[in-house]
């Protein structure tokens, strides 16, 4: 599950935006390349993970201060393997996207992030116009990638962001980056990048750039002062 290639790169997008780390979550660590990527960069930081493939969670291992094969949706098991941790960064990199209760989960995840920490969270768009293309066609696409991978639970667009941040009090939601595509698909690469790039100027404008959005990435800070 989860163990297509899209799944397993140390995810830069999301990684730029960390400076400093020393206590990091991998939420859907995969094959560790995350946790890797980030001891390469930051000499201190030590880094857990939480992964559902077991077979994916070994080849992580060697890389974590612990690391445990859980299902998110089981939020007691979540909430016992996370006692008594706490973590600066927590990263959840296409994941909470294969969950149904995202918003318990990422209240779980909040109230372990020390003050002043952030979770940065990458989530695919269903707004992307690829989405009419696929109800004109009358075909819901069944993908291993992207936004029509067949393991998605939940489907999540522009103005639904802020749902996950229902059960984090305090929270400072903060759009970083969208990702840009104007085909879902990873084919025809040079003509999808060309129209990408040849749209630029439109991008600006509100419901034209949701449309040619792939994903979004987004921080959810906690305030310096909170308990």
């Keep these: 599950m989860h163990d297509a290639p899209s799944y397993q790169g ?10 400093t780390c020393e206590r990091v979550l991998d939420v859907g660590c995969n094959n560790g390349a995350v946790a890797r990527a980030i001891k390469r960069d930051h000499r201190n930081a030590r880094v857990w993970g939480l992964e559902i493939n077991p077979d994916a969670l070994a080849k992580a291992l060697p890389d974590l201060e612990q ?8 939020t007691d098991e979540l909430e016992a393997a996370l006692q008594g941790l706490v973590f ?11 969950t149904v209760q995202f918003q318990h989960i ?7 992030l020390a003050p ?3 979770m940065i969270v990458s989530v695919p768009n269903y707004g992307h116009w690829h989405t009419l293309w696929v109800f004109l066609t009358r075909k819901w696409q069944r993908n291993e990638r992207g936004i029509f991978d067949k393991t998605h639970r939940t489907v999540i667009m522009w103005r639904n962001l802020p749902e996950f941040i229902a059960e984090c009090p305090s929270a400072e939601l903060k759009l970083l980056k969208r990702n840009f595509r104007f085909f879902e698909t990873n ?5 999808n990048m060309l129209i990408t ?10 419901y034209v750039n949701d449309f040619v959005t792939m994903g979004y990435i987004f921080s959810i800070r906690k305030p310096d002062n909170a308990v």
Excluded at 88 to 98: M, S, Y
Excluded at 199 to 205: N, Q, R
């Design 197 to 206: 790039y040849g749209l630029f100027p439109l991008l600006i404008i509100p």
């Design 88 to 98: 600066d960064h927590i990263i959840a990199g296409d994941v909470l996207e294969h």
């Design 116 to 118: 002043g920490g952030r």
């Design 187 to 191: 084919r025809w690469w040079k003509l």
């Design 67 to 74: 690391g445990w094969c859980i299902d998110l949706d089981r």
């Design 10 to 19: 140390e995810r830069s997008d999301i990684l730029k935006h960390i400076r």
């Design 106 to 112: 990422t209240g779980i995840l909040y109230k372990h």
